[in-house]
């Protein structure tokens, strides 16, 4: 007769149950506090989701500005994926002029390249005057706080916001509706702060917030680069005039250019630059707007994004 040994079981129950915490992070719910939950990257062979190769044709340009093409290609792509939320995207240069995209979990080819794939909306816009843009915060607050069952995320915030300050925590500003402790301010803007970036970014895009703010002005974020996101910085927040002063359409040539070391201008010596040739009508545009508008800024908005 077979002796019967204790171990077997137990490993067998060890087995179970260190394979059941490995992967409890897949069945456990976003917003529950588990302690050995992490978040797990799944390439695309785990998760499925869509692949494309993009070839960026250079053939027209100066060979000195072929590289900047496929990079600035690059920086579009990765702004438009970043606005929509995809996590954990792949968006890598390929060669000399390929670029290889990869989106982890999004099942429509169709829709992701219909995204990737529309023309650069480039419009020129002026900046809203620091009066004018606090007065249009305040204006978009108070709409929020009147119609906060329309947005959920922001309603959720809210009531853990009124928690903390019922249990008297400091942090919690008075006074102010969800929308702008979401926000600080920097020395001429405001700003997002780097984790309620997200939240920031889909309330812009909400078409119930489009419908419900205020006319003449929009709210547009700046261009988050690599180097923003390691950093955790916050994210500069324009309040920029609706009518754009120029489009695409009025530029003629653009390229990068890197400033000469004399300049007196310390943004421009030994760093790059865009360089911009008007069409004849984008040329008169930009002189009646300049002219006129002494002393205001000229936001650059690529894609709904400031990029200078």
């Known amino acids: ?3 019967y040994s204790w171990l077997t079981p137990v490993s067998i129950l060890i087995f179970v149950l260190g394979t059941l915490i490995f992967l409890s992070p897949l069945f456990v719910p976003e917003d529950v506090n588990w302690p050995i939950k992490q ?29 900047a093409a496929v990079e600035n290609n690059i920086r579009i792509i990765r702004n438009r994926i970043d606005q929509f939320g995809i996590a954990e995207p792949t968006i890598q240069k ?38 004018i843009a606090e007065k249009f915060i305040n204006q978009i607050d108070a709409i929020i706080q009147e119609n906060l069952d329309k947005f959920p995320v922001l309603a959720k915030l809210a009531e853990e916001d009124k928690a903390l300050a ?19 301010t920097t020395e001429r803007d405001f700003a ?54 120029l489009k695409g359409t009025d530029v003629d040539r653009a390229s990068m250019e890197i400033g000469p070391s004399d300049s007196p201008n310390p943004q421009i010596a030994n760093k790059p630059y865009i ?4 069409t004849r009508t984008g040329a008169r545009k930009f002189a009646n707007c300049t002219g006129d508008n002494i002393g205001k800024r000229l936001a650059i908005v690529l894609d709904n994004t400031v990029y200078s």
Request: aromatic share 4%; proline share 4%; hydrophobic share 40%.
């Open 1 to 3: 007769m077979r002796k």
């Open 94 to 131: 390929m060669g000399e002029s390929d670029i290889l995209v990869q989106l982890p979990g999004v099942k429509d080819p169709i829709a992701a390249e219909n995204l990737i794939m529309k023309s650069a909306v480039l419009e020129f816009k002026l900046v809203a005057e620091p009066d």
């Open 39 to 67: 978040k797990l990257k799944l390439g695309l062979d785990l998760r499925g989701g869509t692949q494309i190769v993009l070839t960026v044709v250079t053939k027209d340009l100066p060979e000195a500005d072929r590289a």
């Open 166 to 184: 019922k249990a008297g925590a400091d942090s919690v500003k008075t006074g102010e509706g969800i929308f702008k402790s979401l926000i600080t």
């Open 275 to 278: 360089s911009l040739t008007f």
């Open 192 to 245: 997002v702060r780097y984790e309620d970036l997200d939240i920031v970014r889909s309330l812009l895009q909400d078409s119930t917030f489009v419908n419900l703010k205020p006319k003449g002005y929009d709210l547009v974020l700046e261009s988050v680069d690599e180097k923003k996101k390691a950093s955790r910085e916050p994210v500069v927040l324009y309040v920029l005039e609706s009518t754009a002063q």
